[in-house]
Nanobody, 124 residues
């Protein structure tokens, strides 16, 4: 049975760092693309980053480019999101999601499976 479980969220001051993890079970990371998405209170969900099944194609939202890094470890069934230079506007619930298609990129509407999310709060 498929499952995605996020962890690593928390409260950090502006300029701080967090590393989110997404533990995947029930499907193969060599076949599925993984995306990270976030949703802040009162705002629509937005795509943050994605890595395709091969690990070659990676994309980021403009708002996080240069600050966030996505990676995956297929042997451990894990996907990570390293977040540096965090800003208050990064505060949101962060979700990882899996897509059988490699072509959905940051379009969350086309993703097949979702985790429950982890809260990230950036505040002094």
């Amino acid at each position: 049975q498929w499952q995605l479980v996020e962890s690593g969220g928390g409260l950090v001051p502006p300029g701080g760092s967090l590393k989110l993890s997404c533990a995947v079970s029930g499907f193969n990371l060599n076949i599925y693309a993984i995306g990270w998405f976030r949703q802040a209170p009162g705002k629509e969900r937005e795509g943050v980053s994605y890595i395709d099944s091969s690990g070659v194609t990676i994309d980021y939202a403009d708002s996080v480019k240069g600050r966030f890094t996505i990676s995956k470890d297929v042997s451990k069934n894990m996907v990570y999101l390293q977040m540096n230079s965090l800003k208050p506007e990064d505060t949101a619930v962060y979700f990882c999601a899996a897509s059988y298609s490699d072509h959905n990129g940051l379009n969350g509407k086309e993703y097949d499976y979702w985790g429950r999310g982890t809260q990230v709060t950036v505040s002094s």
